[in-house]
């Protein structure tokens, strides 16, 4: 089974510039999260998707962040225009629709994000 | 509000030492705590979890008991090895789905 992928892995844009990640969850998982972590510091939770409906945006920092998931299966985190504190980790989590509070979160790699 | 707080790195030991990185939380009603572990080049991986007060998490040789009385969850294991190397985070999930997260700390094991 494969596991959750991230694209890019790693993307370095200027400063003013639009980026797109992208987060395929497990098959059959509709709870999809994504979290970041700035240099340094501990990773901060962004937001959590139910299917395709957003369920808790509370930690997007701002609105040049725009999250989707269109049709409940993959789902892409736009950042614009980008800034230079943006730079970090991204990191994209799924688990099942019916897992609770102490299921596992499943993790892709990451996209590395660098902002100049 | 909720947070986790854990033992800053790196921390560095030799191949067979004992290891604990201590983790305490703060959260209201009864959190789930969970150890994930990044490996150099690799995504988050979950290492063990609780999900209430006196469980015991286990797994690869490491362990971690759910102390409410002193709102910790120390991770332990007994002889380390180079392999054990790693970035390892200690993370809660109180009534929301989300994961509140240390730090990090990272783990150095020098042969």
């Known amino acids: 089974e494969a596991g959750v992928t991230q694209f890019p892995s790693h993307s370095v844009i200027e400063k003013g510039q639009t980026v797109t990640l992208r987060c395929d969850p497990i098959s059959g998982h509709d709870n999809l999260y994504w979290y970041r972590r700035v240099m340094g510091k501990e990773i901060k939770f962004l937001l959590h998707f139910v299917k395709e409906s957003k369920q808790d945006e509370s930690g997007m920092p701002n609105n040049r962040f725009l999250a989707e998931r269109t049709g409940g299966t993959y789902s892409t985190l736009k950042v614009q225009p980008a800034e230079l504190e943006d730079s970090g980790v991204y990191f994209c989590a799924s688990s099942p629709l019916t897992s609770g509070l102490g299921y596992e979160q499943f993790f892709g790699p990451g996209t590395r994000l660098t902002v100049l | 509000g909720n947070s986790v707080t854990q033992m800053e790195g790196p921390v560095t030991l030799s191949e067979e030492a004992f290891l604990t990185i201590n983790c305490t939380y703060t959260?209201?009603?009864?959190?789930?705590l969970f150890w994930y572990v990044q490996y150099p080049g690799e995504g988050l991986q979950l290492l063990l979890k609780?999900?209430?007060a006196d469980d015991k998490g286990s797994n690869k040789g490491f362990e971690a008991t759910y102390r409410k009385e002193t709102t910790s969850f120390h991770l332990e294991k007994g002889s380390v090895q180079v392999s054990d190397s790693a970035v390892y985070f200690c993370?809660?999930?109180?009534?929301?789905?989300?994961?509140?997260w240390g730090a990090g700390t990272k783990l150095i094991i020098k042969p």
């Open positions: 959260a209201t009603g009864y959190p789930s």
């Open positions: 609780a999900t209430k």
């Open positions: 993370a809660l999930s109180a009534s929301n789905y989300q994961l509140i």
